[in-house]
């Protein structure tokens, strides 16, 4: 058996050991690893990074898609950029009342192997007739698309490589263009004990484009350092402030089912850590 060791950070990092590798390939995009680990499941990498375990997937795609579609009072069309695996899919599917789906990924050869490898991730969410999915770049079909939506989720690798544009200020203001009125946009935006300046770029880039713009909080086990800042951007300021009890009453309605998300957790994830306050201009 050998090792894996992801390359995100100098210095740092984690390692698996791959009991099994299941698939590499160099894509039009970017270098794909998925393969056995004895605790995690199977796990995939992409560019030397984590993406996502079948151990604890629930969690980050429970928090980056339940607490918008939640927070967001009769969400029907939704924009899903990146989330090759299927995982955010899976949890928008979930809401009977969404009536339609795009789902922008750059990398096909993600999806099909995903379908193939991690097919929990997207429990046949892909065969989902309210789906669209686009395989482009979602920089490109943000800025030119004519359509228009109540939440956005932007499930992106890192910003090095081809999600490098999706950290960028065209990119925001182009989300916000697309938004409809009472619309919000979440974003995977790294874990700011070691990607603060992450965390400060988007607020930079946010502050002056949305009514409300704000950061909330996940432990993803998988993604090192703590806990994992989900960006937060919308035209309705009062969308992050809902309470305990209008959440769970959403919550109840719609029937869904999660293994993480709970109303409660939802309504406390906007509290931020000082530091991370401090840094966004906040404190
Ligand atoms: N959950 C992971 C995380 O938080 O790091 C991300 C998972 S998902 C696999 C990330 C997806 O973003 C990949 O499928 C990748 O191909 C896609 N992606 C990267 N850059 C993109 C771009 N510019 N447009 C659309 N999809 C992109």
Redesign the pocket.
């Known amino acids: 058996m050998s090792d894996y060791l992801e390359t995100l950070y100098d210095g740092y990092g984690q390692r698996f050991i791959v009991e099994r590798l299941l698939h590499e390939v160099r894509?039009e995009?970017?270098h794909l690893v998925i393969f056995q680990n004895a605790v995690l499941g199977k796990v995939?990498a992409?560019d030397g990074?984590?993406?996502?375990t079948e151990a604890d997937?629930f969690i980050?795609?429970e928090m980056?898609t339940q607490v918008p579609l939640l927070a967001h009072p009769a969400p029907k069309r939704v924009l899903i950029?990146?989330?090759?695996?299927g995982?955010?899919l899976r949890e928008v599917a979930k809401h009977r009342g969404v009536e339609h789906i795009t789902m922008?990924?750059?990398?096909g050869s993600?999806?099909e192997m995903?379908k193939e490898h991690f097919p929990g991730h997207s429990a046949g969410a892909f065969e989902d007739p309210r789906l669209n999915l686009v395989i482009?770049?979602?920089?490109?079909?943000v800025a030119n698309t004519t359509e228009r939506y109540d939440v956005i989720i932007s499930?992106?690798?890192?910003p090095i490589?081809?999600?490098?544009?999706?950290f960028s200020e065209n990119f925001y203001q182009a989300c916000h263009r697309c938004l409809n009125d009472g619309g919000v946009m979440v974003a995977?935006n790294g874990t700011p004990f070691l990607q603060l300046d992450e965390v400060k770029t988007t607020a930079s880039r946010m502050s002056g484009l949305f009514a409300d713009w704000h950061f909330y909080l996940s432990a993803?086990p998988t993604?090192i350092g703590g806990v994992?800042t989900l960006a937060w951007g919308s035209k309705d300021v009062t969308l992050r402030r809902q309470g305990a009890e209008t959440l769970a009453q959403r919550y109840s309605d719609t029937g869904i089912q999660t293994r993480y998300y709970t109303p409660e957790l939802h309504a406390a994830a906007f509290a931020l850590p000082r530091y991370v306050l401090e840094a966004i201009g906040k404190a």
């Open positions: 894509t995009h970017q995939m992409l990074v984590i993406q996502t997937e980050y795609h980056l950029i990146g989330g090759g695996d995982g955010i922008v990924e750059i990398d993600v999806v995903c482009d770049d979602g920089m490109n079909f499930d992106s690798t890192d490589g081809p999600a490098e544009v999706l995977q993803v993604y994992m």
